[in-house]
């Protein structure tokens, strides 16, 4: 069983900047997106930012120009460059992969913390 695991969180000052990190286990085979989502005390999960296995790339409306979504495959490691952090942007940050040809699965981290505060 693949498992994705999530570092780079921790506190940061309004204005800051973080780079989170997600690395698979293993390699995955057949990957038709990654993507961060994250979850806020009282809020739904959100999708924060997507790369597809094209390349493409697409941004919740309160991160764009922000965030940054990357990927390295030789590391199977996917990344989230955040600037200009808020306390809007204050969550649990969860990474996905989205893979397999005929019956795809979802593969999920445990979560990294993100406070914005001063």
């Known amino acids: 069983q693949v498992q994705l695991v999530e570092s780079g969180g921790g506190l940061v000052q309004p204005g800051g900047s973080l780079r989170l990190s997600c690395t698979a286990s293993?390699?995955?085979?057949?990957?038709?997106?990654m993507a961060w989502y994250r979850e806020a005390p009282g809020k739904q999960r959100e999708l924060v930012a997507i790369?597809?296995?094209?390349?493409?790339?697409n941004y919740a409306d309160s991160v764009k120009g922000r965030f940054t979504i990357s990927r390295d495959n030789p590391k199977n490691t996917l990344y989230l460059q955040m600037n200009s952090l808020n306390a809007e942007d204050t969550a649990v940050y969860l990474c996905?992969?989205?893979?397999?040809?005929?019956?795809?699965?979802?593969?999920w981290g445990q979560g990294t913390q993100v406070t914005v505060s001063s």
């Open positions: 996905n992969v989205r893979a397999g040809r005929w019956n795809p699965n979802n593969y």
């Open positions: 293993e390699s995955i085979a057949n990957i038709i997106h």
């Open positions: 790369i597809a296995n094209g390349g493409s790339t």
